[in-house]
T-cell receptor, first 112, second 112 residues
Framework: QKEVEQNSGPLSVPEGAIASLNCTYS??????FFWYRQYSGKSPELIMS????GDKEDGRFTAQLNKASQYVSLLIRDSQPSDSATYLC????????????FGAGTRLFVKA | ETGVTQTPRHLVMGMTNKKSLKCEQH?????MYWYKQSAKKPLELMFV???????ENNSVPSRFSPECPNSSHLFLHLHTLQPEDSALYLC???????????FGSGTRLTVV
């Protein structure tokens, strides 16, 4: 079982729609949860972090965490073509130093 | 300069060469990381340096050797690499009390 699992996609949504990205993780001791955006040929950029169950909103982005189900999601409202990128789910834990484990990413394509 | 700077951006090396990748962060962060990113695979943690400790991924071959002379600089020394080591090598830093990473722009390494 992979430590952090994501559907590789591509996920294709029309401009203005809601894009929903999902992630599951295997370590119940995980403490921190992140979404990074990576444009083609660029490095990952942190866009959301969440540490407790529930929803966290930042502009058009909402991160959702359910620790009981070991599930993290990212909703992007009013999707724009500029949101087209690979979204990496990442899970952090503090065991012998803080380390983050990444999923392989979901490619999102927003059609104009 | 601000952020996390990696040099060189691109590197082509033969299997018998020795080269070094450099990472420098100007954010006052106290933890630095090397990650390897191969196509369609999750980011793979190679090495961690922090005030608390240095942590290594035991699966990283000895042909990769990290060096962290101070909290702002991180090197990855390469020798006798294999073609399968071709990948994007990403440096990241993290500040105390923060869990998200700031990534450098990466070094695209090709081993011929």
């Amino acid at each position: 079982q992979k430590e952090v699992e994501q559907n590789s996609g591509p996920l294709s949504v029309p401009e203005g729609a809601i894009a929903s990205l999902n992630c599951t993780y295997s370590d119940r001791g995980s403490q921190s949860f992140f979404w990074y955006r990576q444009y083609s040929g660029k490095s990952p950029e942190l866009i959301m972090s969440i540490y407790s169950n529930g929803d966290k909103e930042d502009g058009r982005f909402t991160a959702q965490l359910n620790k009981a189900s070991q599930y993290v999601s990212l909703l992007i409202r009013d999707s724009q073509p500029s949101d087209s990128a690979t979204y990496l789910c990442a899970v952090g834990r503090n065991t012998g130093g803080f380390k983050t484990i990444f999923g392989a990413g979901t490619r999102l394509f927003v059609k104009a | 300069e601000t952020g996390v700077t990696q040099t060189p951006r691109h590197l082509v090396m033969g299997m018998t060469n020795k080269k070094s990748l450099k990472c420098e962060q100007h954010l006052g962060h106290n933890a630095m990381y090397w990650y390897k990113q191969s196509a369609k695979k999750p980011l793979e943690l190679m090495f961690v340096y922090s005030l608390e400790e240095r942590v290594e991924n035991n699966s990283v071959p000895s042909r990769f050797s990290p060096e962290c002379p101070n909290s702002s600089h991180l090197f990855l020394h390469l020798h006798t690499l294999q073609p399968e080591d071709s990948a994007l090598y990403l440096c990241a830093s993290r500040g105390q009390g923060s869990y998200g990473y700031t990534f450098g722009s990466g070094t695209r390494l090709t081993v011929v």
